[in-house]
Every structure is written in C-alpha cells, then in structure tokens.
C-alpha cells in the first residue's frame, strides 16, 4: 500500500523553529526523489524541497537558507527543518514522492498544518 503521513506542525511564534516528518511507503520513498510542498489558504499548492537518494536537489527562492530537507533511509523518512519562520511560511505542509522521469503522482496524504503568528 502505498501511503504518505505528514506529522510535527504546529503553532509557532515568528522566529521560531519546526521540523516536520514525512513516513513514506517503501514504494514511493525508494524512487528518485521526495519532496516537500505547501498549500497557504486561497493559494496553489507549491513545491518547498525535492532531494533525491544524493541529496538536495532544490529549494524554493521563499525558503532557501531557512528550511534543511533531509531524508533518513532506514525509516524511510523526510524531513524538513524549518528556522527562521516568517507569518508568509503558514500552510498546510504535504510531502511526496516521484520516479526517475515522473511527476508527484502519489495520493497526497492528509498534510500537517503550520501556522506562525505571534
């Protein structure tokens, strides 16, 4: 079966810190790269971070020296840590994944809510 559980949001005051965890499948999490995305209330949904099996591929220009992706193959988990949160980063955070050549095709799980606010 393959699944996508996102978990560690929260509340968190501007300035603060967060790290979310993403338990993938083995299926979705052993393919070419996983990723971190976010939706913001009224927006589109964007991609925050894709790193595949020889690390971080990318990060978006809004996040990039606050939030560290990272993955850990033993428990077949992605994380995102995320410093220096800005009222701009609340969203619901959702991870998944893709194959060599493929887009994020997997059914989105259920995403883990952020918000920052004093």
Do not use: H
Request: include cysteine; hydrophobic fraction near 30%; aromatic fraction near 12%.
């Amino acid at each position: 079966q393959v699944q996508l559980v996102e978990s560690g949001g929260g509340l968190v005051q501007p300035g603060g810190s967060l790290r979310l965890s993403c338990a993938a499948s083995r299926t979705i999490f052993n393919g070419y790269a996983m990723a971190w995305f976010r939706q913001a209330p009224g927006k589109q949904r964007e991609l925050v971070a894709d790193i595949n099996q020889s690390g971080p591929t990318y990060y978006a220009d809004s996040v990039k020296g606050r939030f560290t992706i990272s993955r850990d193959n033993a428990k077949n988990t992605v994380y995102l840590q995320m410093n220096s949160l800005k009222p701009e980063d609340t969203a619901v955070y959702y991870c998944n994944g893709r194959q060599y050549g493929s887009g994020y095709t997997y059914s989105w799980g259920p995403g883990t809510p952020v918000t920052v606010s004093s």
